[in-house]
């Protein structure tokens, strides 16, 4: 088997294996994914550097085999354990979790909205609510996917936290927030973690993207100083994503190629 880079990987495929790296060294805890590319990744993740990852199939079961995307692990994967909803709170609340969440806005401190855009009194757009963003962010790492990178998502402040971001736990004076962890934000365009002061800065630029395009789509500063390009999948994951985890192309219509 090679291990070679492959230059035909679209740019799905390689926000896919960004995605699967987040989960690098987890261990074994319960991953989380929501959204097409993450649920390609931490599937890519099991099946390669990640063995020790539980997956679970969005019910109630938990899968030793991933089935490909659209099925569960009755339909296709292979079941070694059952674990009721009532049980993911107990998980959630000792660390053993690991989750990649969604943002319909995202600051330079990781504060991220799921709820509602406006004033949250008043809102010109209602979302999901605030779902399980702050048991998420006060318990264990939770990363971000955005599929579309654009200054709409990534602002100044967002409307309503719901996510909690790194300013506001170093600020809370409790030792509630002692586990918080936010780890990367991934999107169509780069992978971006967090410096010192807690503040969102480039990690890597996806192949074809300049830095001047994502400070163009980004309502705050970044630092892009210390970017390397995002890597390319290798010959045994680019197999894997299409003919095992994702064989009907769902990753490209989440991000065009």
């Not at 090679?2 to 790296?21: N, P, Y």
């Not at 099925?71 to 989750?99: N, Y």
């Not at 994951?237 to 003919?243: D, F, K, V, Y």
Request: include cysteine; glycine fraction near 10%.
């Amino acid at each position: 088997m090679t291990t070679t880079s492959r230059t035909d990987a679209t740019r799905a495929e390689i926000c896919a294996v960004a995605c699967a790296d987040a989960w690098r060294g987890a261990g074994e805890v319960l991953a989380h994914a929501v959204g097409t590319i993450p649920a390609v990744g931490v599937r890519l993740a099991r099946l390669t550097h990640s063995p020790d990852l539980v997956l679970s199939d969005g019910e109630a079961f938990l899968m030793s085999d991933p089935p490909p995307l659209g099925r569960t692990a009755a339909s296709g994967g292979t079941i070694e354990g059952w674990v009721p909803f009532r049980r993911i709170f107990d998980i959630l609340s000792s660390g053993r979790r690991h989750s990649m969440m969604g943002a319909s806005q995202v600051d330079q401190y990781g504060n991220q909205n799921i709820s509602a855009i406006g004033d949250w009194r008043r809102p010109e757009r209602a979302l999901i609510g605030v779902r399980g963003a702050p048991g998420n962010t006060v318990n264990h790492r939770t990363d971000y996917w955005v599929a579309r990178h654009t200054a709409r998502v990534f602002v100044p402040a967002v409307d309503v936290v719901s996510g909690v971001g790194n300013d506001r736990a170093r600020a809370h004076s409790s030792t509630s927030l002692r586990f918080h962890n936010l780890g990367v934000v991934i999107s169509n365009l780069g992978v971006f973690d967090y410096d010192d002061q807690g503040r969102m800065r480039v990690r890597s630029l996806h192949p074809g993207v300049g830095a001047d395009e994502v400070a163009a789509n980004t309502g705050f500063e970044l630092d892009a100083s210390a970017a390397v390009t995002t890597r390319l999948p290798d010959d045994h994951e680019l197999e894997l994503i299409r003919t095992v985890i994702d064989p009907t192309t769902a990753r490209d219509r989440e991000v065009p190629g």
